[in-house]
């Protein structure tokens, strides 16, 4: 399972750069949500994948008893997916108001406030 | 247990919430912000107190002891930036309270400004790496906000480069966690300080550990990762300006510091030196982006950029001195850089323009403002006795003594050419005389506008000339400071050796 998913956060940090070089901005937009997916992903498959023993404690113990999975990954996850989607709102918010006041989706028009 | 440590983060962050509740009462609002940044600093003086006389503080979060629980740790570093941020704060919100417009204020400014410095101060103060990250993300979400506030055209093109880059740097920022958590298994930054030695593969710690510098170099504007700050930081009001100017960067920098003292320290010879490239060139980009421009905060914006190449070289070069006078240089900066701001948006409410060409003349009309912008600019270039010199001197001094000649070339060289910015600044606009301009002058300010916008910035210059005079005061803090970082044994026993007395 580790290699497969090795490859797949591998292909969507591939994609999201690549999506962020384009000169769109929708697209650049894309690009930051699978950049944040593909961190997510990474985070949940580098903490060991242990299936089919979640961290119960069986009644009348006050630990797990033998191996179990490691709950604090997912709930990491849980976390930065909440963080993600709340920034993630407000960037299309912005790319939105952005498009409004400059009126185009081209990254290359951008320039007004370079330097 | 130290309950008073999640006071600096509690006051902004419950006011913040009552804020938003006080929406239509802007008068409520306005003093709730005063208070409540008033009392941040005191809760900050008070934590510097505390931390000085007792050593570091712990607060384990919810009673879970470390390294289960999140725990809030207030070495002296992290209380110092707790106050300076409590400063920062207080100033600018008296400042924004008559130089900010009906317009901002309407839509939740003393909110977000409020959750800002939850942000901030919640990231000075974890002691939890995960946690660190959540605290980034409050800051920067508070940021985004304040940034675009106002939706002006350029504010649009600002935030979006902003946004884009500081995103990018969280994924970094998560992605080096994600890492390093399923290296080690733990998130605590004291057991990571432990266990990290042990772990065999240190080649694999080098990567993480260029992880989080890259993460880090992006939020404090490092060479060559800085490029979204001179694109944003001039279109905001001045005001939020003013706040970025002087906290968002230095968090990165904190970061920088907390992680490469504590973390990150097996294999200083590469790790540091690959800093102290970054901060020599950081300097020598921003201080030549500098002498390019000809408006008033873009001429600030890219000296944030140089100032932080000195922070990073005290930190690169890893000797007491020199992080004692990277600590030195953080505390100077922040007052400094918060300052110029304010004075240039005094300019520009006296003349109505940042631009360089359209102003002039302020010498004549306003001599009180010009004493007050040459104080914190001389400071700045590092002329003596203000608080600049200080930290410039005890950095060259350090770098002299670990025989790192060019970037003691560097840090001089760069010191006259931010001269040389001051001087432009002066000339163009308090020394020439004023253009003919078609447009009517500004109103001239009088009462309380008049009290509001100049208190917080004499404040800030009588600190300035204060850590000048009383150098040796400041220095004895950041000493001890210093003395607290290089010795990562006694953050490591102040948070996890209480679990194994009890």
């Given at each position: 399972?580790?290699?497969?998913?090795?490859?797949?956060?591998?292909?969507?940090?591939?994609?999201?750069?690549?999506?962020?070089?384009?000169?769109?901005?929708?697209?650049?937009?894309i690009?930051?949500?699978?950049?944040s997916?593909a961190?997510?992903?990474?985070i949940?498959t580098a903490?060991?994948?242990?299936?089919g023993?979640?961290?119960?404690?069986?009644?009348?113990l006050?630990r797990?008893?033998?191996l179990?999975?490691d709950?604090?990954?997912q709930a990491?996850?849980?976390t930065?997916?909440?963080?993600?989607f709340?920034?993630l709102?407000?960037?299309?918010?912005?790319?939105h108001?952005?498009?409004v006041?400059?009126g185009?989706?081209?990254l290359r028009?951008?320039?007004?406030?370079?330097? | 247990?130290?309950?008073?440590i999640?006071?600096?983060?509690?006051?902004?962050?419950?006011?913040?919430a009552?804020?938003?509740?006080?929406?239509?009462?802007?008068a409520?609002?306005?003093?709730?912000?005063?208070l409540?940044?008033?009392?941040?600093?005191a809760t900050?003086?008070?934590?510097?107190w505390?931390v000085?006389?007792?050593?570091?503080?712990v607060?384990?979060?919810?009673?879970?002891?470390a390294?289960?629980?999140?725990?809030?740790?207030?070495?002296?570093?992290?209380?110092?930036?707790?106050?300076?941020?409590?400063?920062t704060?207080f100033?600018?919100?008296?400042?924004?309270?008559?130089?900010?417009d009906?317009?901002?204020?309407?839509?939740?400014?003393?909110p977000?400004?409020?959750?800002?410095?939850?942000g901030?101060?919640?990231?000075?103060?974890?002691?939890?790496i995960?946690?660190?990250?959540?605290?980034?993300?409050v800051?920067l979400?508070?940021?985004?906000?304040?940034?675009?506030?106002?939706?002006?055209?350029?504010?649009?093109?600002g935030?979006?480069?902003?946004?884009?880059?500081?995103?990018?740097?969280?994924?970094?920022f998560?992605?080096?966690?994600?890492l390093l958590?399923?290296?080690?298994?733990?998130?605590?930054?004291?057991?990571?300080?432990?266990k990290?030695?042990?772990v065999?593969?240190?080649?694999?710690?080098?990567?993480l550990?260029?992880?989080?510098?890259?993460?880090?170099?992006?939020?404090?504007?490092a060479?060559?990762l800085f490029?979204w700050?001179?694109?944003?930081y001039?279109t905001p009001?001045?005001a939020?300006s003013?706040?970025?100017?002087?906290?968002?960067?230095?968090?990165?920098?904190?970061a920088?510091?907390?992680?490469?003292?504590?973390i990150?320290?097996?294999?200083?010879g590469?790790?540091?030196?690959?800093?102290?490239?970054?901060?020599?060139?950081?300097?020598?980009?921003g201080?030549?982006?500098a002498a390019a421009?000809?408006?008033?905060?873009r001429?600030?914006?890219?000296?944030?950029?140089?100032?932080?190449?000195?922070?990073?070289?005290?930190?690169?070069?890893?000797?007491?001195?020199?992080?004692?006078?990277?600590?030195?240089?953080?505390?100077?900066h922040i007052?400094?850089?918060?300052?110029?701001f304010?004075?240039?948006?005094?300019?520009?409410?006296?003349?109505?323009?940042?631009?360089?060409r359209d102003?002039?003349?302020?010498?004549r009309?306003?001599?009180?403002?010009?004493?007050?912008f040459?104080?914190?600019?001389?400071?700045?270039?590092?002329?003596?006795?203000?608080?600049?010199?200080f930290?410039?001197?005890?950095l060259?001094?350090?770098?002299l003594e670990?025989?790192?000649?060019?970037?003691?070339?560097?840090?001089?060289?760069?010191?006259?050419?931010?001269?040389?910015?001051?001087v432009?600044?002066?000339?163009?606009v308090?020394?020439?005389?004023?253009p003919?301009?078609?447009s009517?002058?500004?109103?001239?300010?009088?009462?309380?506008?008049?009290?509001?916008?100049?208190?917080p910035?004499?404040?800030?210059a009588?600190?300035?000339?204060a850590?000048?005079l009383?150098?040796?005061?400041?220095?004895?803090?950041?000493?001890?400071?210093?003395a607290?970082?290089?010795?990562?044994?006694?953050?490591?026993e102040?948070?996890?050796?209480?679990g194994r007395?009890?």
């Amino acid at each position: 399972m580790e290699p497969l998913l090795a490859f797949v956060i591998g292909g969507l940090y591939a994609a999201a750069l690549f999506m962020m070089l384009r000169r769109s901005i929708v697209k650049l937009v894309i690009g930051l949500m699978l950049l944040s997916n593909a961190a997510n992903l990474l985070i949940f498959t580098a903490a060991g994948l242990t299936r089919g023993v979640p961290p119960l404690v069986p009644e009348g113990l006050t630990r797990p008893d033998g191996l179990s999975a490691d709950p604090l990954p997912q709930a990491l996850v849980l976390t930065a997916i909440v963080i993600s989607f709340g920034v993630l709102a407000f960037a299309v918010v912005l790319i939105h108001r952005a498009y409004v006041a400059v009126g185009t989706d081209d990254l290359r028009r951008l320039r007004d406030t370079d330097t | 247990m130290s309950p008073e440590i999640a006071l600096p983060i509690l006051i902004p962050l419950l006011s913040a919430a009552v804020s938003v509740a006080l929406w239509r009462h802007m008068a409520l609002q306005r003093s709730l912000a005063v208070l409540a940044t008033g009392a941040l600093l005191a809760t900050g003086l008070v934590l510097l107190w505390e931390v000085w006389h007792d050593g570091i503080l712990v607060m384990d979060m919810g009673v879970w002891p470390a390294p289960f629980g999140i725990a809030l740790v207030a070495d002296l570093l992290a209380a110092i930036m707790v106050v300076l941020a409590g400063f920062t704060g207080f100033a600018v919100t008296l400042y924004s309270l008559v130089s900010l417009d009906r317009e901002h204020e309407n839509f939740g400014y003393y909110p977000l400004l409020l959750l800002l410095l939850a942000g901030v101060c919640g990231a000075f103060l974890t002691g939890d790496i995960f946690n660190l990250f959540v605290w980034f993300e409050v800051m920067l979400i508070a940021s985004f906000a304040l940034l675009v506030l106002g939706g002006r055209r350029t504010q649009m093109e600002g935030g979006l480069k902003y946004v884009t880059l500081n995103l990018i740097a969280s994924a970094i920022f998560l992605t080096a966690v994600g890492l390093l958590y399923g290296m080690v298994g733990t998130l605590n930054m004291a057991d990571l300080s432990v266990k990290l030695a042990e772990v065999e593969e240190q080649g694999l710690v080098t990567v993480l550990s260029l992880l989080f510098m890259i993460a880090f170099g992006i939020k404090a504007a490092a060479f060559p990762l800085f490029f979204w700050l001179p694109a944003s930081y001039h279109t905001p009001p001045v005001a939020i300006s003013a706040v970025f100017a002087g906290l968002l960067t230095k968090v990165g920098v904190y970061a920088l510091f907390r992680v490469f003292t504590l973390i990150f320290t097996h294999d200083v010879g590469y790790t540091h030196n690959l800093l102290l490239w970054g901060a020599g060139l950081t300097m020598l980009t921003g201080v030549l982006g500098a002498a390019a421009q000809f408006e008033f905060r873009r001429i600030l914006s890219f000296h944030i950029i140089s100032q932080i190449g000195y922070m990073l070289m005290g930190l690169a070069l890893f000797t007491p001195l020199a992080v004692l006078g990277g600590i030195f240089y953080i505390v100077h900066h922040i007052v400094v850089k918060t300052n110029l701001f304010l004075v240039s948006g005094v300019a520009r409410r006296l003349r109505g323009s940042y631009e360089l060409r359209d102003l002039g003349g302020l010498y004549r009309s306003a001599p009180g403002l010009s004493v007050l912008f040459l104080i914190p600019a001389l400071s700045l270039a590092g002329m003596p006795p203000l608080s600049g010199f200080f930290g410039k001197f005890i950095l060259v001094r350090a770098g002299l003594e670990a025989g790192a000649y060019a970037i003691v070339f560097v840090a001089l060289l760069v010191g006259l050419l931010t001269l040389y910015s001051m001087v432009k600044i002066w000339a163009e606009v308090f020394w020439k005389p004023a253009p003919e301009s078609a447009s009517p002058p500004p109103p001239p300010l009088r009462g309380r506008e008049r009290l509001l916008l100049y208190a917080p910035i004499s404040a800030m210059a009588a600190v300035t000339v204060a850590i000048g005079l009383g150098a040796a005061w400041v220095y004895d803090v950041a000493e001890a400071a210093a003395a607290q970082l290089l010795d990562p044994a006694l953050y490591v026993e102040a948070v996890l050796g209480r679990g194994r007395l009890q």
